[in-house]
């Protein structure tokens, strides 16, 4: 920045080193410098391409990997739904067809894409990062600009390399002070929802700040990040420090020796600047925060564990008060009811918000040396990558669970929206650790309660959701 | 993609916030690898009494006729009208291929969710943003009429009650010239390709590592 530059915030830095052209009313031509594809939401982009004799811009920009069908047990039989199995099967031909580089879904680099991308290094600091996902959000966490997106900008993203964009708003959430023991990022980023809403950043891009933010591990600000879609944002962002380049440096994707040192020079410019202003700013109290549990079917209906069940008659919006009370139907809870008395018929950990070494440590730790609830149907882990899965089993957590009667499964996106065979029963209800708790997300008629790993896993062992900070 | 300019019609009424787009086209529907067919599942768990997938013929199932859709009064609406924050949560627009699908040509709302507005300008289903008291006076006017006709203007960027009122809209004026010419996005953008390659050399200056493989 020279010294007659206004100062600029971290979003504006990233979308100012994109622009390809002003396009005029309000639309911008964006560069796209990471594609990351999987099998759901690409078949059709790619027939796209096929139907108007076009190719991919640049090959070496995009990554595809199998994770939102694939199996989590006995995955060398293949897949026995020819549903699922045609949509894997279309991956394989569509990126065989058009030479993009692919994890096949018996490699051991296969997992979740939003775990996968950071794990490789394809995920770097200031670039734009696309998918066709919601969860893209995830690698806003390297300093990145990473957002979800439909299947025709897949497809224009993949024939152009670029997306027409409208230049979002900019929030940052401050959050000060350090978290107390027992609160995670998972905690931080509901505590966050619950407190501006769903839509809260519509329209925005999120900046998390503040001590507790740098307090965070990498796999931590992952956390975070993914969760910035549940308010409302398409994308988060963490600015770039240490930490970030220590994570990126000897990924297989990550810059080469001879550009190390460049690379960095430019990454440590990725940074809000001071005095650069943003359109709204979210001031919150680190201390404050507890273990969250979601009660209702979105995310913002989420409330620390000391907490009780919400009476809908307290609320004075007609709208809001409805959609409580349809919550609670679906949820099956009472009004008044302690959040620490809510039976569970299952548990999972796993999803891209939660499934990285760091969170199945976290869960195995909680386990170790206890039981399964006997009222607990099924408790499972799911990695969220095969890297993850053999770094677990290394250090022999995997021992842990199985000891405990939990199941350790196969990586991929499983019973976080439920594609595969993991899936809630109607009326069943889950302690999950990822992002969603929809109406029918695990399963139709299932109820899903958003909680960290820890507090998972010790519902697991409880057989209701516990404080973790009480556990000895 | 297909022109969005002028639509008449009555309007179905679906009154909740925060409709996501797991309720919309819930998962077993994305198995898919078609764009269209997705009309019969759309709001699936609430439009049906049993569980469906991709493999079991709708026809054969039990509807809910308690569900707003599947009332005879709304049959026949191009328009949807919901409250805050549609289409949130998830990317798949699968969403806007099923109401497009089942017949929508617009939706209607205080607000939207940024993926799900972003993904109906590509398939030319025109999501309107009004003041939540507009939207009231939308439910209220089908509750006293179903069969009452709305015209939506886009090149106007207006809606036209059966009463005479209008009620205007804001959109961005890309967004609109591209929806009302019903233009072919990727096909713009590659006229573009010379400023595409310029961009990519001037940045693998500044960035090296970015185009190292």
Redesign the interface.
């Known amino acids: 920045m020279s010294r007659n530059d206004p100062p600029k915030t971290l979003y504006e830095k990233i979308w100012d080193?994109h622009l390809?052209?002003d396009?005029?009313?309000?639309?911008s031509?964006l560069?796209i410098?990471r594609h990351l594809v999987h099998e759901?939401?690409s078949?059709?982009a790619f027939?796209?391409l096929r139907l108007?004799h076009?190719q991919p811009?640049?090959l070496?920009a995009n990554l595809a990997v199998p994770d939102?069908?694939v199996p989590t047990v006995d995955r060398a039989l293949g897949i026995k739904?020819p549903?699922?199995r045609?949509?894997l099967e279309?991956l394989d031909a569509n990126c065989a067809e058009f030479g993009i580089t692919k994890f096949e879904l018996m490699d051991r680099r296969q997992g979740i894409v939003h775990v996968i991308g950071p794990e490789q290094g394809a995920t770097?600091p200031?670039?734009t990062v696309v998918c066709?996902?919601?969860h893209?959000a995830t690698h806003g966490a390297f300093g990145a600009l990473a957002?979800?997106?439909?299947?025709?900008?897949v497809?224009?993203a993949l024939?152009?390399?670029?997306l027409?964009m409208?230049k979002?708003k900019t929030m940052l959430i401050r959050v000060n002070g350090p978290v107390g023991p027992g609160v995670t990022a998972k905690d931080i980023t509901l505590a966050i929802i619950g407190r501006i809403g769903?839509?809260g950043g519509?329209?925005h891009v999120i900046e998390y700040a503040g001590e507790a933010i740098e307090d965070l591990s990498m796999e931590g600000r992952m956390t975070l990040c993914n969760m910035a879609?549940e308010g409302?944002?398409?994308a988060g962002l963490v600015a770039v420090d240490d930490k970030t380049m220590a994570y990126v440096k000897g990924r297989p994707?990550a810059?080469?020796p001879e550009?190390?040192d460049?690379?960095v020079a430019?990454w440590s410019t990725l940074k809000s600047d001071p005095g650069a202003s943003f359109d709204k700013v979210v001031e919150i109290d680190a201390t404050s925060i507890q273990p969250q549990v979601s009660w209702g079917t979105?995310p913002e209906m989420v409330l620390p564990v000391s907490a009780a069940v919400p009476n809908p008659a307290a609320e004075a919006d007609p709208?809001?008060r409805?959609?409580m009370e349809?919550a609670l139907k679906y949820m099956g809870l009472e009004a008044g009811t302690p959040i620490a008395q809510i039976a569970i018929d299952k548990v999972f950990i796993g999803s891209c918000t939660n499934s990285r070494i760091e969170d199945i440590r976290a869960a195995a730790a909680v386990v170790k040396g206890k039981k399964k609830a006997d009222s607990v149907k099924l408790a499972m882990v799911v990695p969220g990558s095969g890297l993850v899965k053999e770094q677990a089993e290394a250090e022999g957590l995997d021992k842990v669970f199985l000891d405990a009667g939990f199941e350790w499964r196969e990586p991929g996106c499983s019973m976080c929206?439920?594609?595969n065979a993991d899936r809630l029963e109607p009326g069943e209800r889950c302690a999950s650790t990822s992002n969603?708790n929809?109406?029918?997300?695990q399963g139709?008629g299932g109820r899903t309660h958003l909680v960290s790993p820890a507090m998972a896993a010790a519902a697991g062992v409880a057989g209701h959701f516990v404080d973790v900070r009480t556990l000895s | 993609m297909k022109a969005f300019t002028v639509v008449t019609s009555k309007i179905a009424p679906l009154d909740r916030p925060n409709v996501d787009t797991d309720a919309i086209i819930p998962k077993q529907y994305l198995k898919s690898i078609r764009r269209t067919g997705f009309g019969p599942f759309l709001f699936d768990d609430w439009r049906y009494q049993d569980p469906g997938d991709l493999q079991i013929d709708p026809a054969t199932r039990r509807i809910n006729p308690d569900f707003v859709l599947n009332q005879p009064a709304h049959q026949g609406a191009q328009i949807l009208i919901a409250r805050d924050n549609f289409g949130c949560g998830s990317s798949r627009e699968h969403a806007v291929w099923a109401l497009d699908d089942y017949g929508f040509r617009a939706v209607i709302a205080p607000s939207f969710a940024d993926i799900f507005f972003s993904n109906c300008f590509k398939n030319g289903v025109l999501p309107v943003v009004l003041k939540p008291e507009e939207v009231q006076a939308l439910f209220e006017g089908v509750a006293k009429n179903p069969d009452a006709q709305f015209t939506i203007d886009l090149p106007a960027q207006q809606i036209k009650l059966p009463c005479g009122n209008t009620f205007s809209f804001e959109i961005d004026a890309g967004r609109k010239h591209n929806m009302v010419e019903g233009l072919d996005e990727i096909g713009t953008t590659l006229q573009k390709a010379d400023a595409i390659r310029a961009y990519e050399a001037r940045r693998a200056q500044q960035a090296p590592w970015l185009f190292a493989s």
Do not use: C
């Open positions: 080193d390809v052209e396009l005029g009313g309000g639309l031509l560069y410098d759901v939401t078949p059709q027939d796209g108007n076009r811009w640049r070496a939102h069908n739904d549903i699922s045609a949509q279309a770097l200031g670039m066709g996902d919601s893209t957002f979800g997106i439909g299947t025709s900008e497809e224009h024939a152009t390399q670029t027409v409208a979002a769903t839509a519509t329209g879609i409302g944002a398409r994707f810059p080469k550009h190390w460049a690379a430019y979105s709208v809001k409805s959609g349809k929206l439920a594609m969603r929809f109406e029918g997300r139709a």
